[in-house]
């Protein structure tokens, strides 16, 4: 079926397998005809119809000399090379991808055409940690890079990530491949993992998705899907890449392809008089608190909240969502207990949640709630979530009143309402916001006193290990390197967060956003793909052992494109939050606790994590169950790492 | 998933008095238990699933050991009667002998060391102390 030249009046010497396949599938109708009239002999008669010319043929057909038909190869330079060339226009340095028949044309172009570098095409093992790849890599790199997957199977493997990666308002293009036209598909397979509307299935968390039907519609979407997935809030896009147009040849004779140029979107801040409201707010309040959880898009945002609070020596509440501000510096909070109760002024910055911030919610029979802020408290929020809701998924939380509304993307905002602040704090309030600072300074070094004794006693010899133990010991080690924490801590009781310290952008990417499990382990991947790119930072990532198995094929892929990183397996042998659902159960229910363990637990067997690792191409550890072996082993692995080895370190560790 | 357990430490067993569900929880002083079997009780029910296998406490559930920090009224009333995001252990699901004797367990913790004693928390004092 592949390729053949045709005549085209105002072009001779192009060629266009589309309207030789029109031809086809005329002459395929007529033979279908005289199939049913005339039997098996007229259809051997007319088969000739459809063969490819020789090359005498064509270019006595063309008038010219310079075309040359080889049985079974496609004449000219196929579409699929262009779509690389757009997305080399667009600086996307990696295409995550498990290898799929739809996508087989761009596939080719990448690694052949392209010389497989800026895109690189990255051998992932399965769809949803293509897309976990793109989220990490994104919220290390700034900028999005590309997932390619099948466009029916694919897609739904990939689906929880592309959740994750919405939630968690990452840029991700995901791309996947589809063959619309039934008369040209393969029957069978192809057919059955072909679809009418491939956006379908995750329009409900994607930004913005396309079906271009032309090169010239896939060059300008491409670069549209760059632009919307990077204008906060920054949302995953979906491209489909129609089969015919990657495999065809790029036709002639029309208008030139034009790769448009990228207009990048200065976001939003917020409306003036709002902000100035707000700021007036903040300078009178005698208890201000702020709370964030992913104000911290690029490093300016750290910076910007910095100057805010300091402005008003307010308590910065962090929530974790991405790296927002140096947790040694004597306004940082994390947990804040107490704070949101005692505030008079609370500022809510990018928050997933802010009814979970100002309310307590027990998940008890009785379902008790409280609202936490004292009576007369006035709550303002800045960010994003105001301006974009979608209605099926509830990622957008309850609804919280709050005095100011302000819709904008909070960094942006952030310069305009320090200056704000700055004018409105009367001159007879300066020197009791000053106190304030100074009474923060001395509670933080009686706050870190106290987190390091609660550290000893956090079973510091135990075994299992204890999550202080082991965030201890490997800070130990990594202080003084340009290290990277490329997961969440959460798991750990935030040890890393408590003992570390975190005073760069890109020490700290947050979490799933979405919650959902499988994110870990290739989101890592992703994200020591950027560091490897950006200044070969020291990666370590401190796995959940229940996650990892969803996807632990993300270990090869590390292995594989030599991308070292130091996993530190967290082995609580359990889905451990999960355990302690089904205690509350059993409880309530008052009929036994002998139970939890059952569909919740990773015993019987164990697995050897560190064996795993080793068959995945990694220099595997452990497993260590001892804490006084730690520090050997975190020293062999980091070794490794520095050689370019990809490393995992199995620790059997305490619940939490 | 995440806000689920956030804030369950400041709800668990901080509480400083319930109302009493039987005549043993409300007894001032703790019954004679047994440290092994109270071990065995602490293993088997899940307490450490969230305070830990040695009571450290954690993300979910506060210290409970090292000393522990409640009198045995005030631990005794809230295992029964916590409304919280810790379900309430009646006499249905954990006998008045097995939780006394995971009191005994707990109490028979040994105190922390202050982590001056230990060179690596120790020398995180000091490095902290250059915040910004």
Redesign the interface.
Same mark, same amino acid.
Request: one cysteine or more; glycine letters at 8%.
């Given at each position: 079926m592949r390729g053949n030249v045709v005549k085209r009046k105002n072009a001779p010497t192009k060629v266009s397998r589309r309207k030789f396949l029109s031809g086809v599938a005329m002459t395929g109708a007529a033979t279908a005809v005289s199939v049913a009239g005339e039997g098996k002999a007229a259809v051997e008669a007319a088969r000739p119809a459809a063969t490819r010319p020789s090359t005498a043929a064509a270019q006595a057909e063309l008038a010219t000399q310079s075309v040359h038909v080889a049985p079974g190869t496609l004449p000219g330079r196929p579409g699929s090379d262009f779509m690389v060339d757009v997305l080399k226009s667009l600086e996307i340095d990696f295409v995550f991808s498990n290898p799929a028949s739809s996508c087989r044309g761009i596939h080719e172009s990448i690694v052949t055409y392209g010389r497989n570098k800026k895109p690189e095409f990255i051998t992932c093992m399965h769809e949803e940690s293509a897309v976990a790849m793109t989220h990490g890599y994104y919220k290390v790199a700034g900028k999005p890079a590309a997932a390619l997957c099948h466009g029916t199977v694919g897609l739904q493997h990939a689906a929880m990530a592309v959740y994750n990666a919405w939630c968690d308002r990452a840029a991700s293009i995901v791309m996947v491949g589809n063959r619309m036209d039934a008369a040209t598909r393969q029957p069978g397979v192809p057919t059955i993992h072909a679809v009418q509307d491939p956006g379908s299935l995750i329009r409900d968390f994607t930004k913005w998705d396309d079906n271009p039907q032309s090169l010239q519609h896939f060059a300008e979407s491409m670069v549209r899907a760059y632009k919307v997935t990077m204008t906060p809030p920054l949302e995953p896009v979906l491209m489909v890449l129609e089969e015919k147009l990657q495999e065809d040849a790029i036709e002639g004779g029309g208008r030139p392809l034009v790769i448009p140029k990228l207009n990048n979107v200065a976001p939003p801040a917020g409306d003036p008089n709002a902000v100035r409201e707000a700021a007036r707010l903040l300078a009178m309040a005698e208890n201000p608190v702020i709370v964030v959880d992913r104000v911290g898009r690029t490093a300016a945002g750290v910076r910007h909240l @910095?100057e805010l609070a300091e402005a008003l020596n307010a308590p910065v509440i962090d929530q974790l969502g991405r790296m927002n501000m140096?947790n040694?510096?004597?306004l940082y909070q994390l947990g804040g /207990?107490g704070l949101i109760e005692r505030a008079d002024v609370i500022l809510g910055l990018e928050l997933t949640?802010l009814w /979970?911030t100002v309310n307590? #919610?027990?998940?008890? @029979?009785?379902m008790?709630q409280v609202y936490r802020p004292k009576a007369g408290a006035r709550l303002i929020s800045i960010g994003m979530g105001d301006l974009y809701i979608r209605a099926n998924y509830q990622d957008f939380e309850r609804y919280q009143q709050v005095d100011i509304a302000i819709g904008a993307d909070a960094e942006t905002t952030l310069p305009m309402l320090t200056e704000y602040v700055k004018q409105a704090i009367p001159a007879d309030r300066r020197a009791k916001i000053a106190e304030r600072g100074d009474k923060a300074?001395k509670g933080?070094?009686q706050a &870190?006193?106290r987190m390091?004794?609660?550290?000893?006693?956090?079973? +510091?010899d135990?075994s299992?290990v204890?999550?202080a133990r082991l965030s201890?010991?490997i +800070?130990?080690q990594i202080?003084n390197e340009n290290w990277a924490l490329v997961s969440r801590d #959460? #798991?750990l009781?935030?040890w890393p967060h408590r003992?570390w310290?975190f005073?760069q952008h890109h020490q700290f990417i947050g /979490?799933p956003g979405g919650?959902g499990i499988g994110y870990g382990l290739p989101a890592a991947v992703g994200a020591a793909f950027a560091h490897r790119e950006a200044d070969r930072r020291l990666c370590v990532n401190i796995q959940n052992d229940g996650d990892s198995m969803y996807a632990p094929g993300a270990l090869w892929t590390a292995a594989h494109h030599k991308v070292p990183m130091l996993t530190i397996m967290w082995n609580n042998r359990a889905y451990?939050?999960e355990?302690?659902h089904l205690?509350?159960m059993?409880?309530?229910r008052? &009929?036994?606790?002998?139970n939890?363990h059952i569909g919740t637990t990773i015993w019987d067997p164990y697995i050897n994590y560190a064996k795993l690792a080793e068959a995945l191409g990694h220099v595997g550890i452990g497993p260590i169950t001892d804490p006084k072996d730690l520090a050997g082993a975190i020293k062999r692995g980091l070794d490794a790492v520095k050689m370019g080895e990809p490393v995992l370190i199995d620790v059997v560790t305490?619940?939490? | 998933?995440?806000?689920?357990?956030v804030?369950i430490a400041? =709800?668990t067993l901080s509480a400083a008095a319930f109302a009493a569900s039987s005549a043993f929880a409300g007894q001032a002083a703790a019954p004679a238990g047994d440290v092994a079997k109270g071990k065995a009780s602490f293993d088997? *029910?899940?307490c450490?699933?969230?305070h830990?296998?040695?009571g450290?406490?954690?993300?979910?559930g506060p210290?409970i050991a090292?000393p522990v920090p409640m009198t045995w009224s005030v631990l005794s009333k809230f295992v029964r009667t916590t409304?919280?995001?810790m379900?309430?252990? *009646?006499e $249905?699901?954990?006998s008045n002998q097995e939780l006394a004797d995971i009191y005994a367990y707990m109490r028979s913790i040994p105190p =922390?060391?202050?982590?001056k004693t230990?060179p690596?928390? $120790?020398g995180?004092?000091t *490095?902290?102390? =250059?915040?910004?």
């Open positions: @910095v140096p040694n510096h004597y /207990g949640d /979970g307590n #919610s027990d998940d008890s @029979v009785e008790a300074r933080q070094a &870190r006193q390091l004794t609660q550290a000893a006693a956090n079973a +510091w135990a299992p204890s999550s201890a010991e +800070w130990q202080k #959460s #798991s009781s935030n003992l310290t005073d /979490g919650a451990h939050q355990i302690m205690q509350r059993a409880n309530w008052q &009929r036994g606790i002998e939890p305490q619940p939490r | 998933m995440r806000k689920t357990f804030f400041g =709800a088997r *029910t899940g450490w699933q969230c830990g296998r040695q450290q406490g954690g993300r979910e210290r090292s409304r919280g995001n379900p309430p252990y *009646t $249905n699901v954990l =922390a060391p202050d982590f230990i690596m928390l $120790n995180m004092m *490095t902290a102390s =250059a915040e910004r």
